[in-house]
């Protein structure tokens, strides 16, 4: 990892849940729920949405998939218009924390183009 002196760049996709003090100045220490955008795709259509989620108990143990392929599977998602996170955690996220990854977008078929050669035969 980076480290500049005692800083290291903020890779959270969620930023403001990556360190506690912001929760502490938004509420939520003992209970935070949000849902965060997150980039933009492009620009596809907005017909299908995809969830993964992964959890925590107990700082103990973790399970699930939060990734955007996860998500983009669930929903057989092609062409991504937006994600968005959600993050629910309880105290801090040391008694649960849950964080899902959803992605909206559509599951048309990507088009190849062939070539005229190949498709149309080439005759001597």
Same mark, same amino acid.
């Given at each position: 990892m980076y480290s500049y002196g005692h800083l290291q760049p903020n890779t959270n996709p969620t930023k403001d849940y990556a360190a506690g003090l912001p929760l502490y100045f938004k509420g939520g220490i003992?209970?935070?729920?949000?849902?965060i955008p997150g980039p933009l795709g492009d620009n596809?259509?907005?017909t299908s949405i995809g969830k993964a989620c992964s959890k925590n108990i107990l700082w103990l143990?973790?399970?699930g998939d939060s990734s955007i392929e996860a998500a983009k599977a669930d929903g057989k998602i092609t062409k991504v218009a937006s994600i968005e996170y959600e993050q629910l955690g309880v105290f801090y996220g040391a008694i649960y924390h849950k964080f899902c990854t959803v992605? !909206? /977008?559509?599951n048309?078929?990507?088009?190849?183009?062939t070539d005229a050669k190949s498709? !149309? /035969?080439?005759?001597?």
């Open positions: 003992f209970v935070h729920d949000g849902v596809a259509e907005n143990v973790s399970f992605v !909206t /977008g559509s048309t078929a990507v088009e190849t183009k498709a !149309t /035969g080439k005759k001597k």
